[in-house]
């Protein structure tokens, strides 16, 4: 019933940027919160970043003042800009958002993206 699109990963030198984004369609009612994780080979799955609906944001210690965690509620959709990277950011960046679905009830949901593969490497 919600369907996302992750889109913005790619290969990028050291110091530079990418900007991942993360659409979310189909019958939703709210989106509570809006994540960003990443997984790199042999280790577990991180948080990066999240922002709820009231613009509280968090992000990892090792990202804090390089990253940029956004979102736009009218088109249900979470930004990551991630300047200065370092080949430690390398992974697989996952988004996940958690909401009420705009049907009978309001149920809950939580989903998780497909991942984009971001490579820091000279």
């Known amino acids: 019933q919600v369907q996302f699109v992750e889109s913005g990963g790619g290969l990028v030198q050291p110091g530079g940027s990418l900007r991942l984004s993360c659409a979310a369609s189909g019958s939703i009612f709210s989106i509570l919160y809006m994540g960003w994780y990443r997984q790199a080979p042999g280790n577990q799955r991180e948080l990066v970043a999240g922002?709820?609906?009231?613009?509280?944001?968090n992000y990892a210690v090792a990202v804090k003042g390089r990253f940029i965690i956004s979102r736009d509620n009218a088109k249900n959709t979470s930004y990551l800009q991630m300047n200065s990277l370092k080949p430690e950011d390398t992974a697989v960046y996952y988004c996940t958002m958690k909401g009420n679905l705009a049907t009978k009830g309001r149920p809950e949901f939580i989903t998780w993206g497909q991942g984009t593969q971001v490579t820091v490497s000279s």
């Open positions: 922002i709820t609906n009231g613009g509280i944001v």
